[in-house]
């Protein structure tokens, strides 16, 4: 399942509303973000035949996705973090720009993977414990930061800034960049 709560900056309208999925239904976004030079972007895809429904990056991005797939990230230039669901492939994909603007955190709980633009979106799920990750504590205390993609809280990752990691749930295979 995906969810979504919308801040509505660039199209008002309820054709913005997330989860969106493509046309023909195969991908499904949820994406916190922006991205700047959709405009451009919009219009290439123009110019090969996509047809858009709504004036959002939201679905500049989903076609982006039908077009190039995960080749698509070097084109986005802004700050944004996704998950893309291809239910044809059964591929779920986690993006975040290469500055690292928007946070992605994610967790692996009871043989789910949770997600979201805050931590305490995986633990008000209730199916993720607030474990304190006493190392992790140690290092922000000696450096001020922690390095890699550990977090305060036990087995809640952060995606750095410019991967993206794929899972596919029926093999439990995780990739990525």
């Known amino acids: 399942a995906l969810g979504h709560r919308r801040l509505s900056i660039i199209d008002l309208t309820h054709y913005g509303h997330q989860p969106m999925s493509s046309s023909d239904h195969r991908y ?13 972007l919009k219009s290439q895809l123009q110019t090969k035949g996509h047809v858009f429904r709504t004036r ?57 993977l949770l997600f979201g633009s805050e931590i305490k979106a995986l633990l008000a799920s209730g199916l993720l414990p607030a474990e304190i990750h006493t190392s992790a504590v140690a290092e922000y205390f000696t450096f001020q930061n922690i390095f890699g993609s550990q977090t305060l809280f036990k087995n809640v990752h952060l995606l750095p800034p410019g991967e993206f990691l794929q899972l596919r749930p029926e093999s439990g295979d995780v990739s990525g960049t």
């Not at 976004?29 to 451009?40: L, Q, T, W």
Request: hydrophobic share 45%.
């Open 56 to 112: 959002n990056d939201t679905e500049v991005l989903l076609h982006l996705w039908e077009e190039h797939r995960e080749k698509c990230l070097p084109l986005l230039n802004g700050m944004f973090a996704f998950a893309i669901y291809d239910r044809v492939e059964n591929v779920l994909t986690l993006a975040r720009d290469r500055f690292g603007v928007k946070p992605l955190y994610y967790a692996v709980s009871g043989g789910l």
């Open 28 to 40: 499904w976004v949820v994406y916190n973000g922006e991205i700047y030079n959709f405009p451009v």
